[in-house]
């Protein structure tokens, strides 16, 4: 039986770090993950498997995996745009698989260079390759749908794309799929029209909510998520990696924020308020100049606070 009512995926050593310029250390990053699962965090995007020369923040991405796996309990995952990151996060032992499908053609151009359907095609041969593998070596598989509510390049994006998209992945093999407000466009009337028209089609293949609070409706899109049935919340720790489109905006949905409005609504996330604050403090010591976002860590827990029992 589960004690956990929301999973809450801790992205910001990938999403977060991705988007700060400074280099993290290797060893201040392996201390992040052990602090944040050791607050109850079960769930961590770790880091990216991208060419070094590309995102040089992850040129030590195998040896980070490697810690985060030495952890008991905890769900190692790691983003892949394509089969050679695929290839590499098999090597490198992870348990959980990303891949992000920009639904704008302009975002997936810029991003990865190929078409939304080419990319497509790539996760169908990464499905493939992961179906030659023995079964305890086979990670899960998780489509990302990137820009799902909008795009900073294309403006408006099609729900009927979103919705074939996401019927493709779960064709081409995805254990699951997630909806995610890359560049925080969303209200809550959409997140509930698009979440539940995605819903409709592929049932309980889709699991994950990745938000953004750029424009600051982050909590009320992820409360209007957990409506339509949604059990799992991106979130980046301090908000961190702004936003690169939004100068001075944040970007991810704060994790302590996150969980303090579950806790605080009787929503069991199996984390520790205090201890996670204080992992944001051991952060925000670890990179000096980054930008951190966030209410909670200012204003404080309200005297009495409970955590959901
Ligand atoms: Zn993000």
Redesign the pocket.
């Known amino acids: 039986m589960s004690t956990i009512d929301v999973e809450i995926s801790e ?1 910001g050593p990938r ?1 977060g770090l991705q988007n700060t310029k400074q280099f993290m250390p290797t060893e201040a990053k392996k201390a992040w993950i052990t602090a944040e699962a050791a607050a109850g965090v079960r769930e961590i995007e770790v880091c990216s498997f991208v060419p070094p020369k590309l995102i040089p923040q992850f040129s030590d991405a195998a040896e980070v995996v490697a810690h985060a796996l030495t952890i008991p309990g905890l769900s190692v995952a790691a983003l892949i745009p394509n089969l050679k990151g695929a290839e590499r996060g098999v090597a490198a032992g992870v348990h959980k698989l990303s891949f992000p499908l920009s639904v704008s053609k302009g975002h997936s151009q810029s991003n990865v260079r190929k078409t939304p359907d080419e990319q497509l095609a790539e996760f169908r041969r990464i499905a493939d390759f992961l179906r030659t593998l023995p079964k305890g070596k086979r990670p899960a598989l998780s489509g990302g749908l990137s820009t799902a509510f909008g795009c900073t390049i294309d403006g408006p994006v099609d729900e009927r794309e979103v919705v074939r998209l996401a019927v493709g992945l779960v064709e081409a093999g995805a254990d699951d799929v997630g909806l ?1 407000d ?1 560049v925080g466009y969303a209200n809550p009337a959409q997140i509930k029209r698009l979440f539940t028209a995605v819903r409709r089609e592929i049932g309980d293949r889709l699991t994950g909510a ?1 938000l ?1 609070n750029t424009r600051g409706l982050g909590l009320a899109n992820a409360v209007a998520a957990l409506e339509t049935g949604i059990k799992t919340l ?1 979130s ?1 720790l301090g908000g961190l ?1 702004g936003c690169p489109y939004a100068p001075g905006a944040s ?2 949905v704060v994790t302590e924020d996150l969980v303090f409005m579950l806790e605080a609504m009787g929503l069991r996330t199996g984390i520790d308020m205090e201890k996670l604050l204080g992992v944001r403090r051991q952060i925000e010591a670890a990179l000096p100049g980054a930008e951190f976002h966030g209410n909670l860590a200012m204003a404080g827990l309200p005297k009495g606070f409970g955590a959901a029992a």
């Open positions: 992205v999403d995610a890359t990745h953004h991106d980046s990696g970007g991810n």
